[in-house]
């Protein structure tokens, strides 16, 4: 019996045994490693299905990295890490490549123009201060705006629709004034309110650069007033170029009166409107409609030509020149996170250094603390230099950290009318008053300045435009809410 048993047994085992030799000589002769590899590569990746790659000739794409369609079309760099893609406004979307080189990113705008895109303009071989090189290309029914960051070592593309692009960009010769005494001058002039910022230049050819214009219909009037003081009588004043930092209330206020008003809009020539639109959500969340009014500008206004001005994107990194003065775009909207730490709508100001008669004036808009330390980061301090400084938010943002950078700092013009030394930024303002040469607080009238600029030359002009009879109690009630002490 037990014999019986172990036969049985051994029987069941022997089968068992043939079974599992069976299944591992089946396995061995479907899965062998030469045809696993030639099935592996038959599979399309659905990573890679899902998205254009690669051009006609193979050249790889942004679009290998983000399914976002405007980069389909646009090589990759071949060189560099790619870091994201983000939206800059309702029209346009950024991407970033850090590891670049200076000889990558010329590499890269070559092989752009290789693939079919047409050069536009660039910031020169030295770009600014060496720092922060500049280019534009276009294809078809795209532009994209090339910035490249030296001391970051990072390459951002900005590609949007197609769009016009400033003839400002290139450098052409420059015109002899009619005068051969005509000089440069640069006036900030006097607002209702006391945070508004409006100043223009007049070029040696007669003709006009603005930024901003304050909030009220009033300070409207008063820049076509200034405006035609300084115009040969009969003539319309010819403005080349007007800037807007960013879409605050107290900046674009002459822009909206005179989109409103056509008596205003046909007393002026415009050549070109400059401003970096934000990014739609933060127009929404702060109300900020500006927009509007620039583009409102532009349809009731005309320039030279008979023609109505264009709106120019500006982008930091830009050169743009009129007659004998340069503009240089320090820092613009695309290049400010705003989930910065204050997450402040004032960091969309574009900033830019005006270069004439060899000196310097830094206009910096309402710029906080990210756009600041983002336009110290990317342009070495000896860049800073500067004759003349507009503080930024009308000299609330002011900081010891930039202060510090700056090799000096002559001139400093506060467009307010008061100040709040306790408020700047934890005493910031007196801490500036001590490191510069003249410092001047915006209390009454319109100030000039003819370059070359020397210390101690400003001219008020007097204040014949404008009154604000309820001044007193806003200054009061403002302090109260601060609770400060009035200086």
């Not at 532009?298 to 007659?323: K, S």
């Not at 100001?349 to 004036?361: C, E, F, I, R, Y």
């Not at 000096?408 to 700047?424: K, P």
């Not at 007193?472 to 609770?483: A, H, M, T, V």
Request: contains cysteine; hydrophobic residues 35%; glycine residues 6%.
């Amino acid at each position: 019996m037990c014999l019986k048993r172990c036969m049985i047994i051994l029987l069941l085992l022997s089968m068992l045994c043939a079974l599992c030799a069976c299944g591992k000589q089946e396995s061995a002769e479907t899965e062998t490693p030469a045809e696993t590899a030639e099935n592996t590569q038959a599979v399309e990746l659905p990573s890679e299905d899902s998205r254009v790659t690669a051009l006609p000739d193979g050249t790889r794409t942004l679009g290998f990295y983000t399914d976002n369609e405007l980069f389909e079309t646009i090589p990759a760099p071949e060189a560099g890490l790619f870091g994201f893609v983000r939206e800059c406004n309702s029209t346009c979307y950024s991407a970033s490549y850090t590891g670049i080189t200076k000889e990558d990113y010329d590499a890269y705008v070559q092989l752009l123009v290789s693939k079919g895109f047409d050069f536009f303009a660039d910031s020169g071989e030295q770009g600014i201060n060496g720092d922060v090189f500049y280019s534009a290309v276009q294809q078809d029914e795209l532009t994209v705006h090339l910035v490249f960051q030296r001391l970051q070592d990072r390459l951002t593309l900005i590609a949007g629709k197609k769009e016009k692009l400033s003839p400002r960009m290139k450098k052409s010769d420059v015109s002899t004034p009619a005068d051969p005494a005509a000089i440069n001058s640069m006036l900030m002039l006097d607002t209702a309110q006391c945070g508004g910022m409006s100043l223009f230049f007049r070029l040696k050819n007669g003709h006009f650069l603005i930024w901003d214009g304050a909030e009220l219909a009033s300070d409207a009037q008063n820049l076509i007033d200034h405006l035609y003081e300084m115009t040969p009588e009969g003539e319309k004043p010819v403005i080349d170029g007007w800037f807007l930092t960013h879409t605050h209330d107290d900046h674009f206020g002459s822009m909206r009166a005179i989109g409103d008003r056509k008596d205003l809009s046909d007393k002026i020539i415009i050549n070109g409107i400059y401003f970096n639109e934000p990014d739609s959500t933060w127009i929404k969340y702060e109300n900020a409609g500006g927009s509007d009014s620039v583009k409102m500008l532009a349809l009731v206004t005309e320039d030279e030509n008979g023609n109505h001005p264009e709106i120019y994107r500006t982008v930091m990194g830009q050169r743009l020149y009129f007659d004998d003065v340069t503009v240089e775009i320090v820092a613009s909207t695309d290049f400010v996170p705003y989930d910065n730490s204050r997450g402040d709508f004032n960091d969309t100001s574009t900033m830019a250094m005006v270069l004439l008669d060899g000196q310097k004036v830094l206009i910096t808009g309402d710029a906080e603390e990210a756009a600041q330390y983002m336009m110290t980061e990317s342009i070495g301090h000896e860049y800073f230099d500067i004759d003349v400084y507009q503080t930024p938010h009308h000299g609330l943002a002011v900081l010891f950290g930039f202060v510090d950078q700056c090799p000096a700092i002559h001139t400093v013009l506060q467009d307010q009318r008061f100040l709040l030394d306790s408020y700047s930024d934890r005493g910031a303002v007196p801490y500036l008053m001590e490191h510069c040469d003249e410092y001047y607080n915006m209390k009454n009238g319109t100030l000039r300045l003819d370059f070359p600029y020397k210390t101690g030359s400003i001219q008020v002009l007097g204040n014949d435009f404008l009154t604000y009879p309820e001044w007193d109690q806003y200054k009061n009630d403002f302090i109260k809410d601060l609770n400060l002490e009035a200086n």
